[in-house]
């Protein structure tokens, strides 16, 4: 699921929307807007990424009631839809079961798609018209927190984690919340078009300071929940000594495991090695500590383990294009901004 798309010159990336009656409406136009705002910065850099086709399909051709009395024109039924590389299914307000039963059609048409590769995305209560598929059977999903008793009782197969805002399972990722589902959309723009889109989307779309996708969602088979004691003891050292100046190597004497053995079970386990997530335990404590003290960058910069902060600045600058000044001055205008 890491991998990135392959970005070919002229590629389409199709787009399918989901769309009925009694659904809320930021749950389409959100990841429609932040989707363009990442296909604009992508052709910025180079003309020949890839372009997005996005239809808005329904059942049947008619004008849908929103929650918020916007009506909404399908392009297409699902007779006539593409198969698209990412369908996105929208919350729906209030109880989702009278919605579900009065989609037979979509629900055979999401089972299709699905089938044939395509990636499902449920916002909420969405979710559920996922599940009553059997997509989500023996699966892991999440669903807005007020249905999860419902969810439960619906769809007893379904490896329900309500306290996970994501889940990401076999081409299926589940969001609670459209906060959550923004956080997925950034996750895809940077599959498809790579960090730079991802980073500049998520700085004018988000309005607070999220963790990390990856630390947000349930994934299966995740790099955290390994059966690996041994490796999964490291990683709490780790996460807990962020300030040590002990290289990995004095850390794997410590648990009196060679170098070599550690490297090769970390990589095995986690599926990262253990320099690249030791250095990304730093860095994200590091834009906590920016986004919430006073702490000058020096300082923070020793409270993750950096005796040298141009090295720190360095670092940091590479994984987020941002030096940590510059973080700390963007992050404070979001938090304290009175627009």
Known sequence: MKAKLKRKKGKTINIALLLYDQMLATSVSL????????????LQENRHAPRLSLQMVA???????TRALIKLMPDTDIEHAQRPDFAFIPS???????????????????????????????????????????ILDHHPAT???????????DYPKVDL???????????????????????????????????NAAQQVE????????????????????????????????????????????TL????????????SFTRRFKLATGINARQYWQKLKIETAKELLASSNLSIQEIAFQVGYQDQANFTRLFKQMLNLTPKDYRAMVRKKLFSND
């Open 161 to 195: 984690k309500p306290d996970f805002f994501i889940t990401q399972s076999d081409r299926t990722y589940c969001a609670a919340s459209l906060n959550a589902l923004a956080d997925i959309v950034v996750h895809i723009i940077f599959q498809v078009y790579g960090q």
């Open 203 to 246: 700085r004018n779309f988000s309005h607070e300071i999220r963790k990390p996708y990856e630390e947000q969602r349930y994934l299966e088979g995740a790099a955290d929940r390994h059966p690996d004691e041994l490796i999964s003891q490291i990683q709490f050292w780790l996460k807990t000594n962020l300030n040590s100046t002990l």
């Open 31 to 42: 990841p429609v807007e932040m989707l363009r705002a990442g296909e604009a910065v992508a």
């Open 59 to 65: 059942e049947t051709i008619k004008p849908i009631s």
């Open 143 to 153: 669903t807005h927190w007020h249905y999860v008793d419902q969810f439960k009782r």
């Open 92 to 134: 729906l307000w209030r109880n989702p079961r009278p919605t579900i039963v009065k989609q037979p059609k979509m629900l055979q048409w999401l089972s299709d798609i699905w089938t044939q590769g395509s990636t499902l995305i449920g916002g909420g209560t969405g979710v559920c018209l996922m599940a009553e598929t059997g």
């Open 249 to 260: 190597n004095e850390i794997a004497q410590q648990f009196d495991i060679s170098q070599r």
